[in-house]
């Protein structure tokens, strides 16, 4: 899952960054509204996590803006203002959640976590496809109830594609979601991954689409 998190503050940004990227969120980062609306525009994120006291354009004003353009993207709004009205103008302008400075971190991940289940087919924290369960609060895969050794890496994209079953995802599309920008990956290495993944699930549980991607078919 790809968040964009737009922050000017460097060490909230840092902070949040290391945070959500130890939770298996991949986590790319601007400081400005003007970058926020050309990065949204151009390689749309999974959520947008924007604060609303940036230096050059108001929060409210950036979310407008990549509503212009991605309408149905997720957009979770930070603020240091506590005052309902300000609630209110956030959630108008078309935030999906709102949370105030200061807050808890895991109250900022557990409203994440409910907009990407919104954004997949779980309904709860276990997804569950066959005999393979993976949980997205313990991080572990379990194969007839039996643990897997996953690392981070084939975990993510384990989960992209159990949490989006039956959909068929390209390599640039499992790539968004397994890292972020500027980070070195070798042409091959969603192939590595999934033949990783293959040797420890059921030999055809993860499908590949020739010319396509991959996909884990509706059980």
């Known amino acids: ?38 990065q949204a525009k151009i390689s749309p994120p999974d959520i947008v996590v ?6 050059d354009i108001n929060g409210l004003d ?8 991605s309408p ?34 895991e109250e900022l991940i557990a409203r994440l976590r ?12 276990c ?3 066959g005999n393979v369960s993976l949980d997205t609060d313990t ?22 594609l159990m949490e989006r079953e039956g959909s068929v995802l390209s390599k640039d599309q499992l790539e968004k979601k397994l890292y972020a920008w500027g980070e070195e990956t070798s042409s091959n290495a969603i192939e590595v ?3 990783n993944l293959r040797k420890k699930l059921y030999k055809d549980f993860i499908t590949t689409i020739r010319g396509i991607g991959y996909t884990i078919k509706k059980s």
């Open 127 to 129: 997804i569950t496809v």
């Open 1 to 38: 899952m790809q968040i964009l998190l737009v922050e000017d503050d460097p060490v909230i940004l840092a902070g949040l960054q290391t945070t959500l990227t130890n939770e298996n969120f991949v986590v790319n980062t601007v400081s400005s509204g003007e970058d926020a609306i050309f």
């Open 139 to 160: 991080y572990v895969v379990k194969i007839d109830g039996e643990p897997l050794d996953v690392p981070r890496r084939e975990y993510m994209l384990l989960k992209a």
């Open 193 to 195: 991954h999934i033949h």
């Open 62 to 69: 950036v979310l407008q803006a990549i509503r212009l353009n």
């Open 72 to 105: 149905d993207l997720p957009v979770l709004l930070l603020t240091a203002r506590d005052d309902i009205s300000d609630k209110v103008k956030g959630l108008n302008a078309g935030a999906d959640d709102y949370i105030t400075k200061p807050f808890e971190i």
């Open 50 to 55: 924007l604060d609303i006291g940036l230096p």
């Open 114 to 125: 409910v907009i990407e289940r919104r954004l997949g087919t779980a309904t709860n924290s």
